[in-house]
Structures are given as C-alpha cells and as structure tokens.
C-alpha cells in the first residue's frame, strides 16, 4: 500500500475531497516525523508503537572482498505490533 492509496482510501471511507484527504495523511505523518525526531515514541493504540534505537558502530566485513570495514553509528527506526493487531492479524 502506497501513500496514494492510503490517501484514496480516506477519501472514500469519510467522503472529504481528495485535496483534503491528502492533506490530512500528510499532516499524519508530518507529526509523526517530527515527534520520532524529537526522540519520542509514538503509541497508536490498537495497532503499535514505534520508536527510534541507537545503534553503536561496529566492525564489519565486506562480503566480496573480505576487507573489514567500520560501520558508523545510526539510529533505527523499531515497530512492536500492539497485541490487539497481533490478534487481528492472526485469524
């Protein structure tokens, strides 16, 4: 599913325009992206809760050349399934 789908179905499924329903998906994920920047988790209940991880650097080896290489320190971003999706999922 693409964000175009999403947006088409919210325009269908509440009856606003497609301008609106694109706005409101993307103010969605606009607030969605700045509050994982700000380094807060975001819990949806009923369907999960996503988080950013750091993770360390650490050696690693490329698998062509078999060169050890450093991989540089990042953050992740982790999804858990809420238990209620895990359950709906799992019919």
């Known amino acids: ?8 179905n919210v325009h269908e499924k509440i009856g ?7 706005r ?9 992206k700045e509050t994982l920047a700000t380094g807060e988790d975001v819990k ?3 369907f999960g ?6 993770k360390k650097a650490r050696k690693g080896r490329n ?3 078999g060169e050890e290489i450093e991989i540089t320190a990042r953050k992740v971003l982790t999804f858990k399934s809420s238990q209620v999706l895990k359950k709906a999922l799992n019919v």
Not at 1 to 8: C, E, L, R, S, Y
Not at 24 to 32: T, Y
Not at 49 to 54: A, V
């Open 49 to 54: 809760k996503l988080s950013l991880r750091e």
């Open 16 to 22: 606003i325009s497609k301008g609106d329903s694109a």
């Open 63 to 65: 698998p062509q050349t």
């Open 44 to 46: 949806i209940s009923g």
């Open 1 to 8: 599913m693409t964000k175009a789908d999403i947006i088409k």
């Open 24 to 32: 409101l998906v993307g103010s969605v994920f606009d607030i969605i």
